[in-house]
Antibody, heavy 119, light 107 residues
Framework: QVQLVQSGAEVKKPGASVKISCKASGYMFTRYYIHWVRQAPGQGLEWLGIINPGGGGTSYPQKFQDRVTMTRDMSTTTFYMELSSLRSEDTAVYYC????????????WGQGTLVTVSS | DIQMTQSPSTLSASVGDRVTITCRASQSISSWLAWYQQKPGKAPKLLIYKASNLEIGVPSRFSGSESGTEFALTISSLQPDDFATYYCQQYSTYPWTFGQGTKVEIK
């Protein structure tokens, strides 16, 4: 069965970087794009970007263009999302989500990773 | 960026009620709209895609509709398991954007 298993919670200081992993299993790794979405405490959902596991191509919203980097490791079928220059507003649960090929919606999600930014 | 305006932000209803949540896009998104249900501490779950297509396994009391840039999610008869927060999301154009969410509470 399809599984996306994320790394554990992180606590970071302002200005630091965080790198979260999302291990994919149960499907052909290169066939499905992966997105990252975050949710601040008590808030809504915010899209952080997409990675094509085949060629490694990415697309990020302008808001995060200079702070987010999405990568993948085909040998371990793992995706990574790194966010730099962290500030308190980046405190959130970060999710990876798989995009279904035809319908282009999120059909499977990771369990979420809580990132807390605090001095 | 395409803004998705969802209403209401909170909805109080009873089991058996018919409820409707609306979502308006700031520009045309064709039918590229999805609805997700989220429960506390859990990842969102896909309910509806392409405005009106029911995801496999989702109860038929959920339905989606569209009229231009206005979209709606209707629950025909609210069940105890349906008390949750619902989000619309457009996937017409990057950046993909979500509505602010509608929390469905027990009246």
């Amino acid at each position: 069965q399809v599984q996306l298993v994320q790394s554990g919670a992180e606590v970071k200081k302002p200005g630091a970087s965080v790198k979260i992993s999302c291990k994919a299993s149960g499907y052909m790794f290169t066939r499905y794009y992966i997105h990252w979405v975050r949710q601040a405490p008590g808030q809504g959902l915010e899209w952080l970007g997409i990675i094509n596991p085949g060629g490694g191509g990415t697309s990020y919203p302008q808001k995060f263009q200079d702070r987010v980097t999405m990568t993948r490791d085909m040998s371990t079928t793992t995706f990574y999302m790194e966010l730099s220059s962290l500030r308190s507003e980046d405190t959130a649960v970060y999710y990876c989500a798989r995009e279904r090929k035809v319908e282009r919606v999120f059909d499977h999600w990771g369990q979420g990773t809580l990132v807390t930014v605090s001095s | 960026d395409i803004q998705m305006t969802q209403s209401p932000s909170t909805l109080s209803a009873s089991v058996g009620d018919r409820v409707t949540i609306t979502c308006r896009a700031s520009q045309s998104i064709s039918s590229w709209l999805a609805w997700y249900q989220q429960k506390p501490g859990k990842a969102p779950k896909l309910l509806i895609y392409k405005a009106s297509n029911l995801e496999i396994g989702v109860p038929s009391r959920f339905s989606g509709s569209e009229s231009g840039t206005e979209f709606a999610l209707t629950i025909s008869s609210l069940q105890p398991d349906d008390f949750a927060t619902y989000y619309c999301q457009q996937y017409s154009t990057y950046p993909w954007t979500f509505g602010q969410g509608t929390k469905v509470e027990i009246k």
